[in-house]
């Protein structure tokens, strides 16, 4: 018994080009139901800067249940976006800084929940840029003013009601 080739990889170029199509067909793209306004923009237009430091800019955005926060540079640089809604806390990939892990602590406890590491000119300072009833925002940052780290504070579990 002898395999012809050309079939085979016909057939297997065939079915790879359907599959190909099917794949991109799937994807959807963002339409204006689900685009958060401002959100991931130097300057959010509509937004208040709502920081508590003078050193950073914060923004905050809500949609479907879930609160945003993004934290930019005095120069308009988007540093970084997280969701900070209990339960769903978590650092989105947009920014510059956002491969910068932030740290989450827990503040019943004093216990981090990530154990991470920064490195920057120092001294360094740090400033709370953003507090509301679950959660507070700290940005550490050098000498020279240049971002080094976000760490996240939530000041109740989950669980508490």
Do not use: W
Not at 53 to 67: H, N
Not at 118 to 145: E, H, K, L, M, W
């Amino acid at each position: 018994m002898s395999i012809q080739p050309r079939p085979l990889l016909s057939i297997t170029l065939f079915a790879m080009i359907g599959a190909s199509g099917y794949v991109s067909g799937a994807e959807q793209k963002p339409t204006s139901a689900n685009v958060i306004r401002g959100l991931g923009e130097s300057v959010p237009a509509g937004a208040k800067n709502i920081s508590l430091s003078r050193l950073f800019k914060v923004y905050s955005f809500e949609k479907d249940g879930l609160k945003y926060v993004q934290i930019n540079s005095l120069r308009d640089e988007v540093l970084t976006v997280m969701i900070v809604t209990p339960g769903a806390q978590q650092q989105l990939p947009v920014g510059s800084a956002a491969q910068v892990p932030m740290a989450i602590v827990n503040d019943e406890n004093a216990k981090p929940l990530g154990m991470v590491t920064a490195a920057a000119t120092c001294p360094c300072s740090s400033q709370v840029v953003y507090d509301d009833p679950y959660v507070r925002i700290v940005v550490i940052y050098g000498a020279n003013g240049e971002y080094i780290q976000i760490v996240t504070i939530n000041k109740q579990t989950t669980h508490e009601k």
